[in-house]
């Protein structure tokens, strides 16, 4: 057997494409990474997969060496790697290093941070929301209280799209981060916010605050 017919007969297309970050639906459909697909189009099966937009196909060893940019022999190293398939018993699977990254990689860290991020500010809004609520008809409203009422259900609508979204949803939301720095804004933003409430706890900036 060859390094690529001991891959495909271990590893389905569709199981490849699961591990590396495609949502893959009841019928083995999922947004094509190959081409900017709006609604699934990428046809998963066991032994294939086909794309009815930008047409697309071929084995598992294609799928992974088109999805990180490799040669055919590069996909059917890291499939054994990933999944500990043994290729060559006594020889170590080396798994060429890549300084480009995959744009699907790269999605799905700038994703985590901004769930994270969102996360962060939802909890600090609803602290605030209870904190901050005036006691009595008569008092000021603190700016805390108004940005809380302003912001909650907002970002409560984000979050829930980055925990159930489609692919596309969830595209949409973490661009409209991303842009301009926002997202580092508002990481910035909470951080001095939460250390206003508690003065007293020590925290790190660079670590993220639960
Ligand atoms: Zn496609």
Redesign the pocket.
Known sequence: MTIYETIKAAVPVRQAAEHYGLRVNRNGMAC????N?RNP??KLNEEYFY??????KGDVIDFVARLFDLSNYEAAQRLAADFGISTEPGQAVAVPHKTKRPHIRQFREDEMLCFRVLTDYLHLLEDWKVRYAPRTPEDKLDDRFVEACQMLDHMEYLADILTVGTLEERGAVVDGMMKEGKIAFLQDYVARKKKEVLPHEQRSSTEPIR
Do not use: I, W
Request: charged fraction near 10%; charge should be negative.
């Open positions: 094509c990474p190959f081409h697909d189009s990428l794309c009815f937009g930008c047409g697309a």
